[in-house]
């Protein structure tokens, strides 16, 4: 009887050593499978607000480089370039943790929307200010109204994702996501003022170079009220 049972007892033991040692060596089966359901909050977070610090950055340099403008030095477009290939690896970075985890802070789906939608802003700051040089547009303070605009809707958009993270302080969320629509719709005015004026001008080549650059520096204004929207509504559903 004691023979048996010391059988089945090393039994046992042989079958959980080998467990452990498969769990500990496991790249793909159960050990990452349970690694993958572990909470991640964090992770997402920090590269929510990496992807806001680079935008604020971005935003800063265009809306100093528009003040400072030098259509012969493109050092502002190549610093816009580096922005923006930034802003793409750590857009990566956040679908890769969105395919390796199960658990998130907030839908998978709103995950990638807001990713995409912050991505657009560093996408469009960075065309707009290709397409100044590219056209080689003269300068119009439309283009120094609207390069503030961006700078500060992207600082009203770092305010609510540092105030999103635990779902605590909703009502500085709210506010500066409400900031964000009030700086669109001042950006929308401000393009059909500008485009009046410059219609006004009667230089058929002029007004092709400019109003793309005004729609370009436009677009930046709506991705951003893009990105303010659907933090509302993650705010709505988890707050």
Known sequence: MLTKLNVVFFRVRSFFKKFAQNYKNDTMGIGNIFHAFQPKDKIFFVLFEKVTENLVAMS???????????????????????????????????????????ITPFDREDIHTLATGLDDIADYIYASTKYIFLYKSPEMKAYSDFSLL??????????????????????????????????????????????VELFETNDAINIIKVSSVLNYLEVVTDKAEDVANTIENIMIKYA
């Open 60 to 102: 800063e340099e265009f809306n100093n480089g528009i003040k400072d403008f030098d259509l012969n030095d493109d050092t502002m477009l190549k610093k816009m370039s580096d922005y923006e290939h930034k802003n793409d690896e750590l857009t990566h970075e956040i679908f890769v943790e969105l395919g390796k985890n199960f």
């Open 150 to 195: 961006i700078h500060k809707a992207c600082l009203e958009i770092q305010i609510a994702m540092k105030n999103l993270k635990g779902f605590k302080n909703m009502e500085q969320v709210k506010e500066a996501c409400i900031k964000v629509n009030s700086i669109e719709n001042i950006a929308d005015d401000l393009l059909s003022n500008s485009m």
